[in-house]
């Protein structure tokens, strides 16, 4: 009852930049963190970049000075701004949150995932 869904992903020359967003939708009371994953071919899922609710940001050492990551509460919306891409971050990216769900009289949290977007940099 709850989804992600992500946008933004294509092909982009080395150098190049591209913005990932995602929205979440569905019977949602809150969000807390919300972020950015990302899993190229033979390697395992690694944290790209986190939000809190309040705005704290954490990010892989790198994509740090790179790559931006924001949200809007309002619209349940968190993007992903990447400059100067490079072919090392070829990858499939994915959005994540924590998702607050009223279910029998209280709130429960849910990890969420999105289903996903490639990114390719060719160089």
């Known amino acids: 009852q709850v989804q992600l869904v992500e946008s933004g992903g294509g092909l982009v020359q080395a150098g190049g930049s591209l913005r990932l967003s995602c929205v979440a939708s569905?019977?949602?009371?809150?969000?807390?963190?919300m972020g950015w994953y990302r899993q190229a071919p033979g390697k395992q899922r690694e944290l790209v970049a986190v939000i809190t609710s309040g705005g704290r940001t954490t990010y892989a050492e790198s994509v740090k000075g790179r790559f931006t990551i924001s949200r809007d509460n309002a619209k349940n919306t968190v993007s992903l701004q990447m400059n100067r891409l490079g072919p090392e971050d070829t990858a499939v990216y994915y959005c994540?949150?924590?998702?607050?769900?009223?279910?029998?009289?209280?709130?429960?949290?849910?990890?969420?995932w999105g289903q996903g977007t490639l990114v390719t940099v060719s160089s």
């Open positions: 994540n949150a924590e998702i607050g769900r009223w279910i029998l009289a209280e709130v429960r949290y849910l990890e969420v």
């Open positions: 569905g019977s949602i009371f809150s969000i807390n963190d």
